[in-house]
């Protein structure tokens, strides 16, 4: 079995001239609900061997707060670059190449990226994926490199204003 959470980065400033996209950090609301998402997963024991994380700013820092949680090192955290410049293929790419000595991976990226694999895995709809949201999937697996459409069953979709 292998599992796999799914988080979009928490809430950030508004992007300008003056900040690149890339460079945008978290709001005081996305710090919050970066605790409070993963105080819950913590709770439920829903707790990831490796870290997986966009460069960005703000997944980074998404990433971060998760690990200061879960006392995990910052160490932990992998930081991959298609997770911001990809889509969907270099995701599931990424995934299919993930080390077999993890059973259970946190990937922390960016919408629409987020949302697609997600209903691509499980195959049905969930209609928005706020910031912050996190999912968690199971597959009936030994090798990541089975991941692939519909594979994956849907244990649990949290967003921050329902924990809150």
């Not at 609301?29 to 913590?42: C, E, P, Q, T, Y």
């Not at 059973?103 to 960016?110: D, L, N, P, T």
């Amino acid at each position: 079995m292998k599992t796999l959470y799914l988080v979009r980065h928490a809430k950030t400033v508004e992007g300008s001239p003056d900040l690149k996209d890339f460079d945008r950090y978290l709001k005081p609301r996305g710090i919050s609900d970066s605790r409070v998402m993963a105080s819950l997963m913590k709770k439920n024991s829903w707790l990831p061997e490796t870290i997986i994380t966009s460069p960005a700013k703000r997944a980074r820092q998404t990433a971060e707060l998760f690990c200061e949680i879960f006392q995990y090192s910052h160490e932990r955290i992998v930081e991959e670059k298609s997770l911001y410049y990809g889509g969907q293929v270099e995701m599931i790419d990424l995934l299919q190449n993930i080390s077999n000595d993890s059973e259970s991976v946190m990937i922390i990226g960016h919408n629409p990226t987020i949302h697609e694999v997600v209903n691509y895995l499980v195959g049905y709809g969930i209609e928005h994926y706020p910031t912050c949201a996190v999912s968690g999937l199971r597959f009936n697996i030994n090798l990541w490199i089975e991941i692939t459409l519909k594979k994956g069953e849907l244990l649990f979709f949290e967003v921050p204003k329902n924990i809150r």
